[in-house]
């Protein structure tokens, strides 16, 4: 088992895990809007979801990144890491309010997907320091 987790960690396993999750969240997001019953809550558990799944998208390119330049990875490099994701989440934001029937975009999923981003980074972060990931 143990062996199994190393070989997913190595940095040709994460790229395919990474991509594969990459293109899964863009079909959930550009997907039309079904007509799911909603359950009264105080908690926004979309935007939940947006954060959990940002947390992952980030962590996840930034350990690809790191695996991929020999457990190095820059100040600078994993900024523009999570830049390119927060962009992302705006894209996919302004193609669900212009081509996707019945979505619209909304600020506070971006501010929920900004909210994963930094507690990706973050989490990210401590692991490589404590020498984990």
């Given at each position: 088992?143990?062996?199994?987790?190393?070989?997913?960690?190595?940095?040709?396993?994460?790229?395919?895990?990474?991509?594969?999750?990459?293109?899964?969240?863009?079909?959930?997001?550009?997907?039309?809007?079904?007509?799911?019953?909603?359950?009264?809550?105080?908690?926004?558990?979309?935007?939940?979801?947006?954060?959990?799944?940002?947390?992952?998208?980030?962590?996840?390119?930034?350990?690809?990144?790191?695996?991929?330049?020999?457990?190095?990875?820059?100040?600078s490099?994993?900024?523009?890491?999570?830049?390119?994701?927060?962009?992302?989440?705006?894209?996919?934001?302004?193609v669900?309010?212009?081509?996707?029937?019945?979505?619209?975009?909304?600020?506070?999923?971006?501010?929920?997907?900004?909210?994963g981003?930094?507690?990706?980074?973050?989490?990210?972060?401590?692991?490589?320091?404590?020498?984990?990931?």
């Open positions: 088992m143990i062996r199994r987790i190393k070989k997913l960690l190595e940095h040709k396993s994460v790229s395919v895990v990474v991509v594969v999750y990459t293109l899964l969240i863009t079909l959930l997001f550009l997907m039309p809007k079904v007509d799911i019953p909603s359950i009264k809550t105080d908690i926004p558990i979309d935007k939940i979801g947006h954060t959990i799944i940002y947390l992952f998208l980030v962590f996840g390119w930034l350990l690809f990144f790191y695996r991929f330049h020999n457990r190095h990875l820059s100040v490099k994993a900024i523009l890491i999570g830049l390119m994701c927060f962009f992302y989440g705006i894209i996919i934001e302004t669900q309010e212009l081509m996707i029937p019945l979505r619209q975009a909304e600020f506070f999923d971006v501010l929920a997907n900004t909210i981003l930094f507690i990706g980074f973050i989490l990210f972060w401590k692991l490589k320091d404590k020498k984990i990931v």
